[in-house]
């Protein structure tokens, strides 16, 4: 069965960096997009950007260019988002999130997630 | 920005319900790769409804959803206790992004 194992919950003070990891197993990991999404505590959904597991390929979400970073391992089929100058309102849960295909057609959707890994931003 | 949705939408056991998802032709309106999740308390978002109106396998035919110009819209029928959750509409944008809106909260009267 498909799961997206992420790393734990983070505490880091104001300015640090975080790296989180999603290690997929249960499907080739590389013949799906990974997305990365957050969501701020009582807050909605927000859409980071996604990495190709294949080629390495990555699209950023507009509002964490330069401060985004994911890579992927394909070895240990493991994807990272690594997001830096860290400020409270990074404080959220993160997500990672596989791309939905159904019969050779892949839809810009989202059908398994991470549990979520809670980054929390204190000083 | 994000994708607007009504914040909160009620409704007794039974009855219809309706969420609105408006954006603009550079997402909603311009593109028929809208979906819907549904988010309970504590979990991770499941995906309910993918390309406007596709239901993927699974979820009940209570939900369904259309879209008109630039606004999108999820209908659950039928309205039961577990229901009770929040719903996110979401699309493709022409900047290779994907946004999402706001949130619903559906509440069950």
């Known amino acids: 069965q498909v799961q997206l194992v992420q790393s734990g919950a983070e505490v880091k003070k104001p300015g640090a960096s975080v790296k989180v990891s999603c290690k997929a197993s249960g499907y080739t990991f590389i013949d799906y997009y990974l997305h990365w999404v957050r969501q701020a505590p009582g807050q909605g959904l927000e859409w980071m950007g996604r990495i190709n597991p294949n080629s390495g390929d990555i699209n950023y979400a507009q509002s964490f260019r330069g401060r985004v970073t994911m890579t992927r391992d394909t070895s240990i089929s493991t994807a990272y988002m690594e997001l830096s100058r860290l400020t409270s309102d990074d404080t959220a849960v993160y997500y990672c999130?596989?791309?939905?295909?159904?019969?050779?057609?892949?839809?810009?959707?989202?059908?398994?997630w991470g549990q979520g890994t809670m980054v929390t931003v204190s000083s | 920005s994000a994708l607007t949705q009504p914040a909160s939408v009620s409704g007794s056991p039974g009855q219809s319900i309706t969420i609105s998802c408006t954006g603009t032709s550079s997402d909603v309106g311009g593109y028929n790769h809208v979906s819907w999740y549904q988010q309970h308390p504590g979990k991770a978002p499941k995906f309910v409804i993918y390309d406007v109106n596709n239901r993927p396998s699974g979820v009940s035919d209570r939900f369904s959803a259309s879209k008109s110009g630039n606004t999108a819209s999820l209908t659950i029928s039928g309205l039961q206790a577990e229901d009770e959750a929040d719903y996110y509409c979401?699309?493709?944008?022409?900047?290779?992004?994907?946004?999402f809106g706001g949130g619903t909260k559906v509440t069950v009267l």
């Open positions: 979401s699309s493709y944008t022409s900047s290779n992004a994907l946004l």
């Open positions: 999130a596989k791309k939905f295909c159904s019969k050779a057609v892949c839809h810009d959707t989202f059908d398994f």
